[in-house]
């Protein structure tokens, strides 16, 4: 999967802006820190070395607030370090679907309007898919069992896709793929790979069979001038007259 269209959002950039900003403040920090740690110990050498009289108040004071100075740029280090990993999750809550790890439907609206302008739209491949079985499948043997099945089709949809384009999860039972350079025999390569999948998949006997269906709209057959076009008439087709991939 390409993970460009939903890693290059206004949100990260920011945060990103300000992840730089406080790397670079802490090795300042450090810097400064090991500057003053050399300068104190060079100050104190001296003072022995003119008088025999133990370090005054004054060195004390600066020791401490010295180590107390090194402690915060390590205890900094911990917490951006402890922030990254947030806002890795919090990245993945905000552009994944929880349950697949596919791109949700957010990243599916930022995929699909990536797609709209001139030099990617006439030849956009556009399949809309979902588990034709599945709603018999949560009410016959519950949701847990449509969930594994959810699961196992987004793996393999996913690990096909990636090769020809991109992949999402628009919500619910509704899973999309968009071609860039689509022809006809792109598009027939792709579907039969996937069909080939899905039947060894359901050889093997793991779970309930797995049953797609799916639409298709290739842009060079139907010339439309806008990706909302281009998904509309998928989700027609789906409704009017679904293709069977199992």
Request: hydrophobic share 45%; with cysteine.
């Amino acid at each position: 999967m390409k993970p460009e269209f939903y890693n290059t959002s206004k949100r990260a950039n920011v945060y990103n802006s300000i992840f730089i900003y406080k790397v670079v403040s802490l090795v300042v920090a450090v810097v400064l820190a090991a500057a003053l740690a050399i300068l104190f110990i060079r100050d104190k050498a001296l003072y022995k070395e003119f008088t025999d009289s133990h370090p005054t108040a004054f060195f004390i004071v600066v020791a401490i607030c010295l180590v107390v100075y090194i402690l915060s740029i390590i205890i900094d280090f911990f917490i951006l370090n402890h922030t990254v990993s947030i806002r890795r999750r919090l990245n993945n809550l905000a552009f994944l679907d929880h349950l697949t790890g596919l791109p949700n439907r957010y990243s599916c609206d930022l995929l699909i309007e990536s797609f709209n302008n001139e030099e990617q739209l006439p030849d956009t491949g556009f399949f809309l898919m979902q588990i034709a079985n599945l709603g018999n499948i949560n009410i016959n043997e519950g949701h847990k069992n449509g969930n594994y099945l959810i699961s196992e089709f987004s793996s393999i949809l996913e690990d096909v896709a990636e090769s020809y384009g991109y992949v999402g999860r628009n919500g619910g039972n509704e899973y999309i793929v968009l071609l860039e350079d689509c022809d006809a025999a792109k598009a027939d390569l792709f579907l039969t790979e996937l069909g080939k999948r899905i039947r060894g998949y359901n050889e093997m006997n793991v779970g309930s069979p797995l049953e797609v269906r799916y639409s298709k709209v290739l842009n060079k057959d139907e010339h439309k001038e806008k990706i909302s076009e281009i998904i509309s008439l998928g989700y027609q087709k789906i409704r009017e007259m679904p293709l069977a991939l199992s």
